[in-house]
């Protein structure tokens, strides 16, 4: 193996506990449309005070975790943070006009980027993620595929990622990744595999990062093989140890793998726990939700057959998915520190 698999994540994150998710959204809503229309957000005192700072205490949480390339922390949920701007400044259904789609949370982190800077001597690593243009079809309108609003939608996901990746003396976009959990796990309609192929290269055609595809399945791993704009496939591992495709067929095509091994289905994880004995009232505690963390030893498994199984095609490791259900902040802390104390473990025995 050249070079250590790189520890990224893969998004959403607990807001502080002294933020109200509603003032969060409102305050979200009026700095995009006051970005939009070119106002200062950085001078308005509660865009401030109940979406910035609290972003970035979110961001730093995650600095402080030992991420190497970190996804801006998403607090909004993956649908209404696209769909609602698709919907506010449509030039045509599913599609924005292209210079009213941004990624606010890029433009924080960049004025960010510079103290970063100052302290570290090095550019700022960041990831974007971004609802793929099928899971917002699906949401929006269901599984039948009409090409020609699929199409739409991922020329409104191409904006969004074309406007708000930032590459700079201070600050490195170095991933962006299109997020498609329903794939594979839902019959389409109406749609061939050339079609969806062509969907997915649409999103991504031009964006100057290395992409990913966040895939919670492995099922339709093929289609995402004959992608020419993506680079990286994702792999739930820590979840599901069959999700896995052979590193042949990464070879073949020229892709690389990013692969889970912490488990983030704190739902699941904790029915586990309820089945097997454990008291709600003991599990639903700080320190209940603290003892589901995967263990060091399970993670450091997960890692090792990873790098087994790909080798040299093993880009980027981390937690299965977002963890925003690992509240309070801390929680979610502990989770990404934990993975990253054995990503690091690993790298210095390897």
Known sequence: MNEFPKYDDVGSFPLPSNIDIEAFKQFYWTAYKGFVNK???FEHKGVNNYFIQPFLDSFILKEKAGVEIINFPQHMDMYSQFLKPIRDYEKVPGLIFPDKAFILEMFVLNKYAR?????????????ICITGPLELYIKNHGFTIYLDMAINYAKSINSFLKNSTINTKFMKTSLVSIDEPSFGYVDMANVSNDEIIKIFDTSL???DSISQIHLHTLNLASLA???SNIDVLTCEYASDNTNKIPKKDLEHHDK???VGITRTNINSIMAEALDSGVEYDIVNTFEGTMNLIDPEERIERNLKDALDLY????KYVGPDCGVSGWAPPQIAYELLYRTGKVIQRVKKNM
């Open 205 to 207: 055609e031009g964006v």
């Open 115 to 127: 103290e970063y800077y100052e302290r570290e001597k090095k550019p700022l690593e960041v990831k």
């Open 311 to 314: 080798g040299d095609r093993l």
């Open 225 to 227: 093989l004959q992608t």
């Open 39 to 41: 106002y200062d957000i």
């Open 256 to 258: 690389f793998m990013r």
